[in-house]
């Protein structure tokens, strides 16, 4: 049976479900959405085919976010947030195909010594978060797993590699 995804004035329709989960903008109002499976498409806009679909690991994308310039986009799982590049080789995967050019996203994980060293017993990280800088530049990713804060500095791009640090740090309580 076919599924009708409505929006108020337009829709489109699918073969079968593609079991949406999320959906987010970047400030052009071009789409992404994740899904149950893992799956993320990129959209030009509403009611149009995807351009570009990055297979997903088999594990439900809870939330999504995007860079102001559109160019990084976030995705949160359980266990692992993914870090995927939206542009290659200057081209914009929201607008355009990106066949073989497509990017490799990067997986971001706890490490088996920092469980140990948190005490993180089940990994259920908080809908991860690009941060909202003055400069208009984002430089941080933020989520969370328990009372622990976990934060990833994006620290320079090269060319198609991406040079980052992990920071954990216990959250401080205080009853004030």
């Not at 599924?3 to 004035?9: E, H, L, P, S, V």
């Not at 829709?11 to 949406?20: G, H, V």
């Not at 789409?31 to 997903?56: C, H, M, P, W």
């Not at 933020?142 to 959250?171: D, F, M, P, Q, W």
């Amino acid at each position: 049976s076919e599924m009708c995804i409505r929006d108020r004035a337009q829709s489109k329709i699918y073969a079968k479900s593609p079991f949406f989960s999320c959906i987010t903008t970047n400030v052009d109002g071009q789409i992404a959405t994740g899904s149950e499976n893992g799956d993320i498409r990129l959209y030009k806009q509403v009611n149009q085919n995807a351009k570009n679909l990055f297979s997903g690991l088999g594990d439900y994308i809870h939330s999504l976010d995007c860079t102001k310039n559109g160019k990084w986009l976030l995705a949160t799982c359980d266990k692992y947030l993914l870090l995927i590049p939206t542009f290659s080789e200057g081209k914009n995967g929201y607008l355009t195909s990106l066949g073989k050019e497509k990017p490799t996203p990067v997986r971001l994980q706890l490490k088996p010594e920092d469980k140990m060293k948190y005490a993180i017993l089940k990994e259920n990280f908080t809908p991860a978060r690009f941060d909202e800088s003055q400069s208009g530049q984002e430089s941080f990713i933020v989520s969370s797993i328990g009372s622990v804060s976990y934060t990833h500095l994006r620290a320079h791009e090269t060319g198609r590699n991406l040079v980052c640090r992990l920071l954990l740090e216990k959250k401080k309580f205080s009853l004030s």
